[in-house]
Structures are given as C-alpha cells and as structure tokens.
C-alpha cells in the first residue's frame, strides 16, 4: 500500500478516536480549569508522550503480544481501570483547601506532566487503538521512515487538539464563568474518572480484540 493511503487510513480512524472525549480529554480540561493555562499546556504534553509511546509499541507489534498472552491484557485492563478509579476516588475526596493549594512551579510542572503521562498509559482504550490500527497497517516492507512519521503525527495531532482544548477552558470568559467552582470541577472529573475507570473493570472479562 501507497504511504499516502496507509497515513489516510489509519489517521482516518485515530483523529475522530482523538476528538472524543474520554480519559485524557477529561485530564486536560481538569488542570486547565483548576490550575491554569501552564498546568493545562504540561498536561497536554504528557498525554501527548503517552500517545506516542502507546503508537510506537502499537507498531513494533503490541497487538500480537497482547494477543499471544491474553492474561497481560486482562492485566493491563485491570490496572488501567483501577488507576483511573483511584484517580477519581482521589479527586472527590479532596478538600478545597487542598484544591487550591500552591505549590512550587517545578513542582506543579512535574505532577502535571505525569498526571497526563499517567491518565493515558493507564488508558486500556489507547491501547487497544493502537495496538488494533497501528500494527495491523504495518508489515515487514513498511520503511522506518512512514512509521516514525506515524509517530510523530500521533503526537503532533495530539499537541494541537488539546493546547487549542486547554487554551480554551483557561481562557479569560471561561475561568471567570466558573468563579470559585474549582473544587466542585475536581469533583467532577474525579466522577468521570470512576465511572470510565468502572466500565474498564466490568468490560475486562471481554476478550481482548
């Protein structure tokens, strides 16, 4: 297959994956809206990083590992699913003081990194995309070059979508519109966390596609 045809194929199925809300869409907009444009941008970055090693495993093969030993997918799924129920159980229980806390910069930079970082390689949904897409694109004559392409425009989309998302929900209007709702957003999202975190342990006993 043509490299332009194997592009459009496969991102014709992992752009519209990307715009729906979930998991790490739920990540940004919560550092977004309680810490800030900056907390928002490094949150992006680090879910944009997990994608880009999920997409890179996607094409060395993750699917035939995870294929061959159905028990690590059920392990990755369970892991996955009880992270972000973690996460969410975490989120509802902070008190709002704790919400507001400040912290130092580099300090602030790193957890927001790792938190998006975390919420993705947690994400057994990212997993199954690219292991499922990605790998079944690519054969032996696939060239080195068309996959760190596919690489590099897994990030790059990433990138884009949740700066112009962050940029939006820490935007002037939007941050004032919400007042001194921060807390009550953690909440939120720690919610959205546990239900996604939920459906992920109760699909777990289905076969890994």
């Known amino acids: 297959m043509e490299p332009t045809l194997v592009l459009i194929s496969v991102f014709a199925i992992f752009i519209p994956a990307l715009l729906l809300p979930g998991p790490d869409f739920v990540a940004v907009v919560r550092s977004s809206m309680t810490r800030g444009v900056k907390a928002g941008l490094l949150t992006t970055l680090g879910v944009s990083l997990g994608l880009g090693i999920y997409a890179s495993l996607g094409l060395l093969g993750l699917s035939a590992v995870l294929i061959r030993f159905e028990w690590l997918a059920w392990a990755v799924r369970i892991a996955g699913g009880a992270y972000l129920v973690y996460l969410g ?19 602030r930079g790193r957890h927001a990194i790792l938190f998006g970082l975390g919420v993705t390689l947690t994400n057994p949904k990212a997993i199954v995309l690219f292991a499922s897409v990605f790998a079944t694109s690519v054969t032996a004559q696939t060239p080195g070059w068309l996959m760190a392409v596919m690489v590099g425009l897994v990030v790059a989309s990433s990138l884009i979508w949740y700066t112009i998302v962050s940029l939006f ?7 004032r519109s919400v007042g001194h709702a921060q807390h009550w957003i953690e909440r939120a999202a720690g919610a959205v966390f546990v239900a996604l975190g939920g459906r992920i342990l109760a699909d777990s006993r289905n076969p890994f596609p």
């Not at 159980?89 to 300090?107: N, S, W």
């Not at 929900?169 to 941050?175: I, L, T």
């Open 89 to 107: 159980i975490k989120l509802l229980l902070t008190k709002p003081a704790v919400a507001e806390l400040q912290v130092g910069a580099e300090a």
């Open 169 to 175: 929900m820490a935007s002037g209007p939007v941050m």
